[in-house]
């Protein structure tokens, strides 16, 4: 079983930064692919970037390509996603997610990004 817990979320201007966190228990993070995920008010839950158990590999919706960067940090248990150039329209609530055996199963509660223009 492995629990994720995001942080970092807030209220940001549009054009300023935020830098997301996702703790997660278990010794088998390290093992496991991570992403990220984001829901609107009213939309779908849609993705956002993607990393591989080891970090080398990393994958962005074309919405965020150039702005947000996904890391990770095995030994802390913990991932990243630094989020710049915000936008309005990046305003959702951000889940973390964990993967077994190919699909993603294992989601955080989300935290609340919220960009003003």
């Known amino acids: 079983q492995v629990q994720l817990v995001e942080s970092g979320g807030g209220l940001v201007q549009a054009g300023g930064s935020l830098r997301l966190s996702c703790a997660a228990s278990?010794?088998?993070?390290?093992?496991?692919?991570m992403a990220w995920f984001r829901q609107a008010s009213g939309k779908e839950r849609e993705f956002v970037a993607s990393?591989?158990?080891?970090?080398?590999?990393?994958y962005y919706a074309d919405s965020v390509k150039g702005r947000f960067t996904i890391s990770r940090d095995n030994a802390k248990n913990t991932m990243y996603l630094q989020m710049n150039a915000l936008k309005p329209e990046d305003t959702a609530v951000y889940y973390c997610?964990?993967?077994?055996?190919?699909?993603?199963?294992?989601w955080g509660q989300g935290t609340q990004v919220t960009v003003s223009s």
């Open positions: 997610t964990a993967s077994r055996g190919g699909n993603y199963t294992y």
């Open positions: 278990g010794r088998t993070f390290s093992y496991r692919n």
């Open positions: 990393i591989s158990w080891s970090g080398g590999s990393t």
